[in-house]
């Protein structure tokens, strides 16, 4: 079966990646209020914003997630255009929904593809345009205060010993008040000549070392060894210092947040082992501020949901990983071990034991073999501890030490022509930030058709910021196609 790991649907930094926002969706009830009405609507079926302007020009930030600079955290989410999602020369773009005082505002969004950041087209054969949520990460690589775009591009195919596959190469679309520069050349990063032949696969950022730089981290093309790329970087592509000497493995990487106040604080990493839908291994590099990634790694558990944040409270940051329900639909593989299946477990940042938690059980008839899905640390009341905001058959779960609180809304009943079964229109848990910068997080939910329950956020056309655990919303809107025409 096709593993959940294997189709990644966004990064979230906050970089769950861009939209184009122009029309009504289907099945919508009409314009709802955005943040720049003023209006904090109730949970419902979102519709999209009337009007759209441009971003005010910002003076800068350390939050990798601020692209226009301006102190407030901003919102990327995918944009599709209609069609098979693989089929060549399909339209995929990025759009930002810009933060404010009062939360993400839809009318105030850009849209971004492949020629609007100066990337290369794609080698013959690689498919998808080079623009796509699950290539695109936000950093700032020069340090100017202006989070730039760094999209890995798919070339031509190379050969290093036994391996040969297409050399995939970040390019930098660098940023500035209003984002990228339309049409300027995007930059290569310059890469190590041991990595050079097959490029890099899985790129994150994050500050490995914890001296207020933003760094990028890979696995090698073949993944003999993890990639560390050291920020600055120059505008050049040149990281300040490279280091290949940590172990890669077949799998991703998922690294820590990147504190958005812009206080040092060094970033650990996971690689999470390649799945085929059953759940698998984990390995925890921790990063020390001054020393970098431990060259020790620890085995966690096995899980395919993570996140990262400080879910005891105690200023350290700790990880969560536990089971998204994913199964591995084979004769003898369908099921996990009773310490995996049902559960999480959060590792404490001063070490010790697991901590470990039930997770939600799956309503009479409701699993899939792909499972409900993501983890997402959230601190929506800003008492300084994180929740874990979990995806369940009903909707999400936010887990706050003992307490649980159901999170939950509900696409149309009717989309793309055809009736939604109830228990297909229930959102699901992509993100949390504090977008309007009052010390909580709001959490981000979407929802898209379709019948497979598990692969939402594939094609995401409702997305809903929350006020808190309320029933209010700070903003909706649906994406639904309206997405620009393809680069």
Not at 202 to 214: A, E, M, N, P
Not at 216 to 222: F, N, P, S, Y
Not at 400 to 408: K, S
Request: proline share 8%; with cysteine.
């Amino acid at each position: 079966m096709r593993s959940r790991t294997a189709v990644p649907v966004f990064a979230v930094g906050v970089c769950v990646l861009l939209a184009s926002l122009t029309g009504c969706g289907g099945g919508g009830t009409g314009r709802q209020s955005s943040a720049s009405d003023g209006g904090t609507p109730t949970a419902g079926v979102p519709s999209a914003p009337a009007e759209s302007r441009a971003p005010t020009a910002g003076k800068g930030s350390k939050d990798p997630d601020d692209i226009n600079g301006d102190g407030y955290r901003d919102l990327m989410v995918p944009v599709f255009t209609d069609g098979d999602r693989d089929a060549p020369g399909r339209g995929e773009q990025v759009g930002v929904v810009y933060g404010s005082a009062k939360g993400p505002d839809p009318s105030t969004r850009t849209v971004h593809g492949d020629r609007d950041l100066g990337l290369p087209r794609p080698a013959a054969g690689a498919g998808r345009a080079a623009v796509a949520a699950d290539r695109m990460v936000t950093a700032d690589l020069d340090d100017d205060g202006f989070p730039d775009f760094v999209t890995t591009v798919a070339g031509e195919r190379a050969t290093d010993g036994q391996v040969t596959a297409p050399r995939s190469v970040p390019y930098v679309s660098w940023g500035g008040p209003h984002g990228p520069a339309a049409g300027r050349e995007a930059t290569p990063v310059r890469l190590p000549d041991s990595v050079s032949k097959l490029g890099l696969e899985s790129v994150v950022r994050g500050d490995f070392d914890g001296d207020g730089h933003h760094d990028l981290a890979a696995l090698k093309g073949d993944r003999s060894s993890l990639v560390l790329l050291y920020g600055p970087f120059t505008r050049s592509g040149a990281p300040t210092r490279t280091d290949t000497s940590l172990p890669g493995s077949d799998g991703r990487l998922v690294a820590d947040d990147i504190d958005p106040s812009g206080k040092p604080r060094a970033t650990s990493l996971l690689i999470h082992h390649v799945s085929d839908g059953e759940q698998s291994g984990n390995t925890l590099y921790p990063a020390g501020r001054g020393t970098g990634l431990s060259a020790n790694g620890r085995q966690l558990r096995r899980g395919n949901a993570h996140a990262f944040g400080d879910f005891d409270g105690d200023g350290l940051r700790d990880v969560a990983i536990g089971d998204d329900g994913g199964r591995n639909d084979e004769p003898g593989y369908e099921t996990e071990a009773p310490e995996v299946d049902g559960t999480l477990a959060v590792y404490p940042g001063k070490g010790g034991a697991p901590v470990t938690h039930r997770l939600p059980k799956a309503p009479k008839g409701a699993a899939t073999d792909y499972g409900p899905g993501r983890f997402v640390a959230a601190d929506p009341d800003g008492d300084g501890r994180d929740g874990i905001l979990v995806a369940t058959y009903e909707g999400g779960t936010l887990i706050d030490g003992d307490e649980r609180t159901p999170v939950l809304r509900e696409g149309p009943a009717k989309a793309n022509g055809h009736k939604t079964p109830g228990k297909w229109r229930h959102a699901r848990p992509a993100g949390a930030a504090d977008f309007d910068s009052d010390g909580t997080d709001e959490l981000v939910l979407n929802w898209g058709s379709g019948t497979e329950f598990g692969l939402y956020g594939e094609h995401p056309t409702h997305w809903w910021i929350t006020d808190g655990t309320t029933s209010r919303n700070k903003a909706s809107f649906t994406t639904t196609g309206f997405a620009a025409p393809a680069s």
